[in-house]
């Protein structure tokens, strides 16, 4: 008999499919911490590898034997902080001070009116405090110049706790090992790979017509009913397929090394180059391209920091 029934073809959670604003994303939840330090951290994407470990799952048949698990290279050069964002609650959180450092990097290409106003004074009154930091892209592996410009959340009880560490890490660097720590879970956010314009079949995964069907094949069987006279929104067609923003949660950071030796292949990652200092290892995969920016925060739903024993890493280049 056959089935009278089957799951939907594609998903309605993240409609509508829109492009991203921009090539990197914006992260609207940073999570909360007792450490007074930053929530979270970025790198750019240089590519796959992996690794040889000890199986330490409890549950796993292969508990205590040699795995082998992927793990993603993100290249992560230290962030400069360029000024301190001050927010008020009234009643939802709004801007209303910013501290900008005396060395702002020439790359950054700030207008007038920011370079006049980045002096101002920490305000009486604020609610939370945020980094805004930049990239050093002439740092990693890639030919990028212009730096990316993002918030940092910062965690602690106490707005006057992390104004005193805002204070003190102004017109410094961080590091990724500032924030994190090797078996630690991040939740990582990136814009997906673009395809543009596709088709339903593509993009939501619809059954292909059969042979006698009609004169088109890779289109939808119907758009709905007669009456009301309109397309439903939930009907599958054509657009826009890729460069979405998209988070994977509960990742586990493997490494934290500032020795790239350790995992840059012979010829470097393909499409990408040669990782020239410090470097992030995350178990699996990431979303995005090569060379796309990559967000790491704080895990929202493990706390737990599961150190891993690194038994090989793969440097076999991928060029042939």
Not at 122 to 141: I, M, N, Y
């Amino acid at each position: 008999m056959p089935v009278k029934r089957r799951p939907r073809r594609g998903s309605l959670q993240f409609l509508p499919h829109k492009r991203a604003q921009r090539i990197y994303p914006r992260i609207s939840f940073w999570g909360t911490s007792k450490d007074v330090k930053p929530l979270g951290f970025a790198g750019f994407k240089a590519g796959m590898t992996h690794i040889q470990t000890i199986d330490n799952n409890s549950k796993s048949p292969t508990k205590g034997k040699i795995i082998t698990r992927p793990v993603t290279v993100i290249d992560a050069p230290s962030l400069f902080v360029c000024a301190l964002r001050f927010y008020k609650k009234s009643p939802s959180l709004h801007v209303v001070s910013e501290t900008w450092t005396d060395n702002i990097p020439k790359s950054l290409e700030l207008d007038r009116k920011t370079r006049a106003g980045k002096k101002n004074p920490a305000p009486e009154h604020f609610d939370d405090v945020r980094l805004l930091v930049c990239t050093q892209p002439q740092k990693s592996g890639m030919h990028k110049k212009k730096p990316d410009v993002f918030e940092l959340g910062v965690g602690g009880d106490h707005a006057a706790a992390k104004k005193q560490y805002g204070e003190s890490v102004l017109g410094k660097e961080l590091s990724a090992k500032d924030i994190f720590k090797p078996g630690e879970y991040v939740d990582v956010t990136a814009i997906t790979k673009g395809y543009g314009y596709m088709g339903s079949v593509k993009r939501y995964g619809i059954r292909i017509q059969g042979r006698k069907d009609k004169q088109m094949h890779r289109h939808v069987g119907a758009l709905g009913s007669t009456t009301p006279r309109k397309v439903d929104w939930r009907v599958p067609q054509a657009g826009q397929y890729g460069f979405f923003t998209r988070t994977e949660v509960s990742k586990r950071i493997i490494l934290l090394d500032h020795d790239p030796t350790h995992i840059n292949p012979g010829g470097g990652f393909v499409n990408y180059g040669i990782v020239p200092q410090s470097f992030v290892l995350i178990e699996g995969s990431v979303p995005g391209t090569t060379k796309r920016l990559v967000f790491m925060r704080k895990a929202s739903r493990v706390s737990a920091v599961e150190p891993i024993d690194i038994r090989y890493i793969s440097k076999t280049s991928a060029q042939g």
